[in-house]
């Protein structure tokens, strides 16, 4: 089989501005006015009413937690970092603190600290929303890590707060990858699907779907189920199109069952993708031998030898030269 190439597959990245969650108690009578910059999506103008009070309290948990969430709407993460821990330093128990410490480190790629941050927020969650919002994140930066078995875990138990109906695309899309590194096909394969029919179009999704039909293929084709490994290389090729390994493969599939035209067309999908490979042609000359196709026979041999001399291919040669002239 021709030597698949390792393809980089960019992550999602997991976007959401965590809400400050604020009471009367929290938000005195002379924070009002930031609080509603705040929830007026002022954030620069809540940082500015909050900034000489802070200044005068430096541990005032409301105050820094309001100002890091702000920061962190306006992504700037790096600030946000640093007065959400200062929040969490004056012991802040508020679910939002630890989310928005979070997402802020995972906005910057820091998803040890992600993990670390929701960890210590854990005895603050009640909410069955803040708790997907945990799993959400954790599997998220778990995902990020390649901590797929951690990560399938968590994204799994995400859905399962929202009933196992809701969520966004990207936590079925990251699970269905994560199951596909685990060699889950079957839940990969019903979790991409679910990512595409919300995400429809989706390239790294609909390539992962693809590579899953791909790997079932392949294994019944190893089984000798050749009927099963056609049928699963034909969902692999409605998902990646363009893939020359799963049309070898089907050729293959095709081959061993005889069916010698269907096994021709599949070979000659291949060449398109990868015209420079010696096997495609040999196993094209070998379908074109058994159709008595010996001049096309000849031709597709010579090709992988020119690619790839063997003396296989040698002997095939003066075989069908033999046969042509007959």
């Known amino acids: 089989m021709p030597h698949r190439r390792c393809r980089y597959v960019k992550r999602t990245v997991l976007v959401w501005i965590v809400a400050a969650v604020l009471g009367a108690a929290d938000a005195g009578a002379d924070y009002k006015q930031a609080y509603a910059y705040y929830q007026q999506q002022r954030y620069d103008k809540a940082i500015q009413e909050l900034k000489p009070d802070l200044d005068q309290n430096p541990d005032w948990e409301f105050g820094h937690r309001l100002v890091g969430l702000s920061y962190l709407a306006l992504k700037n993460n790096a600030l946000a970092v640093a007065s959400l821990s200062r929040a969490v330093q004056l012991k802040s128990n508020t679910p939002s603190t630890y989310l928005g410490l979070a997402q802020a480190y995972f906005n910057m790629k820091r998803y040890d600290n992600t993990l670390q941050a929701l960890a210590q927020g854990e005895p603050f969650i009640k909410t069955a929303d803040d708790r997907y919002k945990v799993f959400y994140l954790k599997g998220s930066a778990e995902y990020a890590l390649e901590k797929y078995s951690e990560a399938a875990n968590d994204c799994a ?61 392949v294994a019944a084709l190893q089984a000798k189920q050749y009927d099963a490994a056609i049928e699963q290389l034909r969902k692999a090729r409605e998902s990646a199109p363009k893939d020359g ?73 003066d075989r069908v030269a033999e046969q042509k002239k007959r």
């Open 157 to 217: 138990a995400a859905l399962r707060e929202k009933g196992g109906s809701g969520g966004d695309w990207t936590i079925y899309s990251q699970l269905g990858i994560a199951y596909f590194n685990l060699k889950r096909y079957d839940e990969a394969i019903q979790a991409l699907q679910k990512a595409l029919t919300l995400k429809p179009g989706h390239n790294v999704t609909a390539e992962f779907l693809g590579k899953s039909y791909f790997r079932k293929g």
């Open 245 to 317: 390994f799963i049309s070898y493969n089907l050729g293959e599939a095709h081959l061993f069952l005889k069916n010698y035209s269907e096994a021709e067309r599949a070979y000659n999908q291949a060449l398109e993708q990868m015209p420079r490979s010696a096997e495609v042609f040999q196993r094209l000359g070998l379908v074109y031998e058994k159709q008595k196709k010996w001049e096309l026979s000849l031709n597709a041999y010579n090709k992988a030898n020119e690619l790839n001399p063997t003396p296989g291919l040698k002997e095939a040669i």
